[in-house]
C-alpha cells in the first residue's frame, strides 16, 4: 500500500535561492555572516564568510559553506571514495595531556601542530570528504562524532541520514530565534551517542557553562552519562580533553577546571602551566521530573527518550520549565537536542506528539517563533535502517537488481522498503504489534504516533488503511488549505474561496459557480439551496479564551451525499479544526462555509451560541433540528434555534453507530481492492482515539459524526404511529334503485 517513492527525498538542494549577482558579491567580500539572514529567510551554517549549496531542510533553508578547491579523498577511484575515519598518530597517542604537551620537544611539537591546527579547524569550520566523486560537507560537530567519538560498535559509520540530522541541528544552533530541535526518530537511530557527543563536544569548548542531561527516567539518564558521556570524554585525543576535577569516571558530574588551550604556531612554545584558566563548565544528568533544571541556566540540554515520559511527569510541563533555563529575558542562550522514538499515546506519546506539532517551522508567532520554540525533524525508516545503509552511507531504498556492499562490507540484497513491508505483512492480523512495529520503525509521522488498539470503538484497520494511503499520496494534490471571505468584505453577500498556506480551513472540493452561494429566501429568512448534495456537521464553543488556554477547538465538517450534482458522492470535503482568537471569528468562518456550499448545518446546542449567530443574521434556516424528533415534540428553544443535545444517550450512539457505518462502506480499501477517498488524516486519527465515555476532546469525531446524521437524517426520524381508533364506516351496494347495507 506505501508508495516506493515515499519520503524518499528527505532534502532539497535549491538552486538560485539567492540572486547570482548577491551570492558572488557576498562570496568576494566574505560578507555572509554566521545565524539567520532575515532579508533572504536563510540560516547560515558558514564560519567563512562565503555560502555554497542550500538544502531546504523540513522547512528551513539552510546555507552550507562554499565548496573548497580541494578535499580529501581515499582513493582515485570514484567506486572507492569514501568516509574513512583518520587514526590519531601514533606519537601523538603516547601524550596524554597539556602538560605532557609541553613538556614534549621543540621538534617535536613543529612537526605536529599543522596536524593539531587543522582538527581544531575541522571542529570549527566542518569537513570536506569525497564521496563517491561528490564532494561532501559535514558539521564540525558530525565530524567530532564521526572521528572522534568512541562508541559501543567501535566509531560511527557515516550515514546520509545523520549529516542531514547534523546540518540541521547546525542550523538550530545558528538560529537566534531557536531554542533547539526536537528529532523524531527511529529505534536505534544512533541519537543517544550522537547527544552524548554534542554534550562532549560541547562542554569541551567553552568557559562557564553547564550542559544537563534528561531522559525518560532518572536511572536512564545516569546510565546515558556513565556509559556514553563519560567514555566518550576519557577517549578524546589530548588536545581535546581539558583537565578533570574529580575522578577518572564520574557518577554525577564532569566537571572541568583547566582547559587544553588550542595549541597554534603561536604558542606551542611559550604556554606555561600557571597561566591556563579553568574553563569551570559541568556536564551533569538530573532525576526526571517535571522541575528538572528549574531555575539553572544551561548552554545545552540533551532530552533523550523524550516521547517516553510516564505519569506523573510530563514532557510538556518539563519544557515549558526547562526552556527558561535556555535564556536570559528574550535572548536564548542555550539549545535543547530532542530526540526520541514515540510510546503509545497514553503512556508519553500523546504529550510528545503535541511538542513535535507545536515545533513546526512553518507555524511561527510574530516572534518569528514556533509555540515551544524548538524546530522539528523527522527523518522516515527507510533513511536510516540498520543493514541498509551502502559504504557511501546512503540508505537502499529502491528495489535491488544487484547486491550492494553494504557500509559493514557485507552485501545488502533487498532494500529497507522491502524488509520493512514483509514485517508489516507478517503483522497485519495484530494490530497491537504492527502498531508497535510502526511507532519503532516509522515511515511516516503518522506511524510514529500510531496508537493502541485494544480501546478502539471503530475499525482501526481500514482508519490505518486509509492513513498510510493518504501518507503516500503527495497531499497537495487532493487538499487546500484556504480561508472563505465575504464580497468586497461585505457580510451577507456572496462567499469566495482564496488558498491560503495559513488559512484554518483544508478542503478537497470546490463546487461549480453555478450552484456556489445557492440561497433561497422563504418568508424573510435564508434557507440552502444545496440540501441534497450535502451537509454539515460542527462542534462549536462559545468561550473565546479559557482558563490555561486549554480550550477545545471549534470543529466543522463537510460532506456530500449521492446526487446527480457534479459532486463528489458520500465523501468529506471540508475540515476545519481551529480556535481562532475570538469565538465570532469562528462562527462567522463556519457561516460563510455553510453560504459558499449553500448546505445545511447540524449543531451541538449545548453550547448556543453559533446557533444564535445564524438566527440574529437570518439564517436560522440553515441550522436542521434534531432529527430524531418531529417539530411539534421539539423543546421552545429547539424550535428558535435549532440543533441537536450531546447530552442524550440516544444521541450518543446515534451519532457513534453513525461514524462506524461510514467507516465500513466509505474508509480503507473495498471489496474490490480500491482505496476510499476519506483524505484527513487529522479527523481518521480522532476517530481511531474515540472514547464515547469522554467524547469532549474528541472535536473532530463529534463534528464529523453530525454530519454523517446530517445527510442520513431520513435514518433517524421517528416512525409514525398508527391511531388507535377505530372507525367502521358502513358500506353499501348501489344496484338497483335502492341502497342496501352490507352486513
Known sequence: MQNEGQNSILYKVVK?????????????????????????????????????????????????????????????????QYWERQELPKPLSKISSIFQWNEMPSEFKSRWVDYIEAEFDNREFGFWF????????????????????????????????????????????????????????????????MSSSECVNTGTLVKDSRVGILSKTGSDAKKMF????????????????????????????????????????????????????????????????????????????VHDESGKWLKPNNILNNWRVTKTCLRLGSRIIGKCMMGSTSNALAKGGGNFKQLFYDSDVMKRNANGQTKTGLYSLFIPMEWNMEGFIDRYGQPVIDDVVDKVRGIDDEYITQSALQYWNN??????????????????????ESHAFRDESKQSLFNLTKIYQQID????????????????????????????????????????????????????????KRYPGNEHIGAFGCDSYDISGTVGGKGSNGALHGLTKFSMEEAPSNEF????????????????????????????????????????HFKNRGYRGFCMNRPDKQFIKLSKSEKELGGIPNSSEDVKQAHAAAIESYIESHVGLSQDGDMKSMYFNRTLEDWARFDINNRTQYDASISSGLAIMACQKHLYMPEK???????????????????????
Open 16 to 80: 538560485d535561492y539567492v540572486p547570482k549577482n548577491v551570492l558572488s558579491n557576498k562570496n568576494r567580500n566574505h560578507s555572509w555572516l554566521y545565524g539567520y539572514n532575515d532579508k533572504y529567510d536563510l540560516i547560515v551554517i558558514s564560519k567563512s564568510g562565503q555560502i555554497g549549496e542550500i538544502l531546504y531542510i523540513s522547512g528551513l533553508y539552510i546555507a552550507l559553506p562554499k565548496q573548497p578547491k580541494e578535499c580529501l579523498q581515499r582513493h582515485s577511484t570514484s567506486s572507492e
Open 130 to 193: 569525497m564521496n563517491k566523486s561528490k564532494p561532501t560537507y559535514i558539521t564540525g560537530a558530525h565530524y567530532m562524532y564521526l572521528q572522534w567519538t568512541n562508541i559501543d560498535v567501535g566509531y560511527p559509520e557515516y550515514r546520509e541520514a545523520n549529516r542531514i540530522l547534523y546540518i540541521f541541528w547546525e542550523a538550530c544552533k545558528a538560529d537566534k530565534r531557536s531554542f533547539g530541535m526536537i528529532y523524531l526518530k527511529i529505534r536505534r537511530s544512533g541519537f543517544s551517542f
Open 226 to 301: 556513565t556509559d556514553k558521556v563519560v567514555p566518550i570524554n576519557s577517549r578524546l585525543p589530548f588536545f581535546f580533553k581539558p583537565i578533570m576535577d574529580g575522578m577518572d569516571k564520574p557518577k554525577t558530574e564532569l566537571a572541568y577546571r583547566v582547559p587544553a588551550s588550542k595549541i597554534t604556531k603561536k604558542n606551542m612554545y611559550d604556554v606555561e602551566e600557571d597561566e591556563i584558566e579553568g574553563l569551570d563548565t559541568t556536564i551533569d544528568w538530573k532525576n526526571t521530573d517535571d522541575n528538572s533544571y528549574d531555575g539553572e541556566k544551561l548552554l545545552l540540554l
Open 423 to 444: 514485517e508489516v505483512e507478517s503483522l497485519k492480523h495484530d494490530p497491537d504489534a504492527l502498531n508497535e512495529y510502526y511507532r519503532q520503525f516509522p515511515r511516516t
Open 469 to 524: 494511503y493518504n501518507d503516500a499520496m503527495i497531499s497537495e494534490q487532493h487538499l487546500t488549505r484556504g480561508s472563505f471571505h465575504w464580497v468586497n468584505g461585505i457580510k451577507d453577500t456572496s462567499v469566495y474561496f482564496t488558498p491560503d498556506k495559513r488559512g484554518r480551513f483544508i478542503i478537497t472540493w470546490v463546487p461549480t459557480k453555478g450552484i456556489q452561494n445557492n440561497i433561497y429566501t422563504k418568508n424573510g
Open 573 to 612: 470535503f471540508l475540515e476545519y479544526i481551529a480556535r481562532p482568537q475570538t469565538a465570532e471569528i469562528f462562527f462567522e468562518d463556519v457561516l460563510m462555509a455553510c453560504v459558499f456550499y449553500g448546505m445545511p448545518i447540524l449543531i451541538e446546542n449545548n453550547k448556543p451560541r453559533l446557533l444564535y
Open 721 to 743: 404511529k398508527e391511531s388507535r381508533i377505530m372507525i367502521n364506516f358502513a358500506r353499501y351496494t348501489n344496484e338497483g334503485k335502492l341502497s342496501q347495507i352490507i352486513r
